[in-house]
């Protein structure tokens, strides 16, 4: 190993010695001992040295041994390493604007969906309280991430991150997705990556804005009603201005099952659903401020970019609760910054 | 000592070089203003509101802007901002 040793006296407690450093989000880190760093290198068979790029904000080289070290401090276990290092590579294509999204004043900052063999191997949760704690592979694996972006790139909150209010996502949130029914396209297929091929996707949003439908029981009323809550994803009058994901629960995704609706009609249908007359949305229509510009009043304005709904399943069996995760603001610059698959090298 | 009570560093181990500002010039009388904006909404009204400000002062002014906020600035518009004015002005935020 390269990295500086840094000498603890023997009544020093090592937590505290990360947290008097610098190194911590605020939650205590694991120490990065030579022996964890080494079994954590042990999860994947690329050479420590290996530089897997340039960690925004200050574009600082980041080796596998960092990434290792800083895995092991956001309590990952070994076998996570290939979704941390998809993770990290996906983070650093040019289309996901990490550093914008690092230094924004909204609340963003990445969100993880994990789809593939992977998931199931490490045990990551896709089902009862997905989103929430409780699991180890979803609550530290994004976690890695963020504190590779703080320790390596530099990025601190109060520094280059100048959230207004920033968000508990921002610790790192990550989670599975439901791949239980064959009938359901997964996110992953659905972004091109091959069948039993294991993917990250990276998504510029927050966490959560709950959606609660215990009445419809068609396709088209729950579509209807899922676009009611939707549309008050960064503003109801904003349009064609951010993304979305939705998590689609067990219960709602059984109204569209039994209808025979597949992820594309499930798609299309939104898609219309979120649709509304210009002059609704404009600025000062309804006594508010807030909206579109005039010039689109006579049009049917899209609340999404077509592509900007990702749609995933997720979540225990009881409820008729899904899930909204709203998207940056900077969405509206449709060709900018968008939402990152990668295949996990395994 | 227990082996436990050696760590890693998890930074870049890079060390930063701080460089002092330019000294704010003592006028702007003869000045070139630039007004830098990064992409932002509603950037340009507060641009055009400075930019009217300084024109009233009988300062002058050339506006740049960032192709987007999501991303940094281009070199290119650096270097031209560095040659073409000693004062900017920035709409950092909406």
Not at chain 1, 336 to 342: F, N, P, R
Request: charged share 25%; net charge positive.
């Amino acid at each position: 190993m390269t990295s500086r040793p840094i000498e603890l006296g023997d009544y020093d407690d090592p937590i505290e010695a990360c947290y008097a450093r610098g190194w911590s989000d605020g939650l205590p880190v694991v120490p990065p001992t030579d022996e964890r760093i080494l079994r954590m290198l042990a999860g994947t068979s690329r050479k420590p040295d290996e530089v897997v790029g340039l960690i925004p904000p200050n574009l600082a080289p980041c080796t596998i041994e960092k990434v290792a070290i800083n895995a092991v401090m956001a309590g990952c276990k070994p076998e996570y390493m290939p979704v941390v290092l998809a993770i990290i590579e996906a983070a650093l294509e040019p289309k996901f604007t990490m550093h914008g999204l690092l230094c924004t004043t909204y609340f963003s900052g990445p969100i993880v969906i994990v789809n593939g063999p992977i998931t199931r191997r490490i045990g990551m949760n896709a089902g009862l309280n997905a989103l929430g704690q409780g699991n180890r592979a979803n609550s530290t694996i994004t976690r890695a991430l963020n504190l590779i972006i703080r320790n390596v790139g530099g990025g601190l909150p109060g520094g280059i991150d100048r959230a207004t209010l920033g968000g508990p996502h921002k610790v790192g949130l990550c989670f599975a997705e439901d791949e239980s029914d064959p009938f359901w396209t997964p996110l992953a297929q659905a972004r091109g990556i091959a069948p039993g091929k294991s993917a990250v996707t990276l998504f510029q949003g927050e966490a959560l804005q709950g959606f609660t439908d215990q009445r419809s029981r068609t396709p088209e009323e729950l579509t209807r009603s899922l676009a009611m809550g939707l549309f008050a994803v960064n503003h109801p009058k904003m349009c064609e201005f951010g993304n979305a994901i939705l998590v689609l629960s067990p219960e709602h995704y059984g109204i569209f099952r039994r209808a025979g609706w597949d992820r594309a009609r499930v798609e299309r249908e939104l898609f219309e659903a979120l649709k509304r007359p210009g002059k609704d949305l404009v600025i000062g229509a309804g006594g508010v401020p807030e909206g579109i510009g005039p010039e689109r009043a006579n049009d049917m304005v899209s609340k999404f970019w077509p592509e900007g709904l990702l749609i995933v399943r997720a979540g225990g069996e009881a409820g008729m609760f899904s899930a909204i995760m709203a998207g940056w603001l900077a969405g509206r610059a449709r060709d900018q910054t968008v939402a990152v698959s990668k295949q996990i090298r395994e | 000592m227990h082996p436990s009570q050696r760590l890693r560093d998890p930074t870049a181990e890079t060390s930063s070089t701080r460089r002092s500002r330019l000294a704010p010039p003592p006028s702007l009388t003869g000045q070139s203003v630039a007004l830098l904006d990064i992409g932002k909404s509603r950037g340009n009204e507060f641009i055009d509101r400075i930019e009217k400000r300084f024109a009233e002062r009988g300062i002058a002014t050339r506006r740049y802007k960032k192709p987007t906020n999501t991303r940094v600035a281009p070199t290119e518009l650096l270097q031209q901002i560095a040659t073409e004015a000693k004062v900017v002005v920035i709409a950092l935020s909406d």
